[in-house]
């Protein structure tokens, strides 16, 4: 007797195991700046991704690492690039995306 509840018991627990890898997976959509946005010491950071358009660019992402500057490193690269034209806007795009990638 013991064995057939055994038997049945392992059957369920393939069955609800192979039940959740066929299902298609649901995703969590996740919001970069509000994630941000808990953290003051980021908010320069936070303000570049949206200016540079990089953050619906990274919540389209399924799973992503962000590598974040805080507040006085970005005002270190800020210093460099003092302008606000699209070149710098670019130039700062560029370094913000090296600093975001697929894990």
Do not use: W
């Amino acid at each position: 007797m013991q064995l057939s509840q055994l038997s049945a018991a392992a059957t369920v627990a393939l069955s609800l195991s192979l039940l959740f890898i066929l299902l298609p997976s649901t995703t969590h959509a996740h919001n970069i700046t509000r994630i941000l946005a808990q953290h003051p010491d980021l908010s320069t950071f936070n303000h570049y991704l949206t200016v540079t358009q990089l953050a619906p660019e990274i919540n389209r992402r399924e799973t992503i690492t962000v590598c974040a500057i805080d507040n006085a490193g970005m005002g270190d690269l800020l210093s460099k690039h003092p302008s606000t034209s699209s070149s710098t806007t670019s130039t700062l795009r560029s370094s913000i995306r090296s600093l975001t990638a697929p894990p």
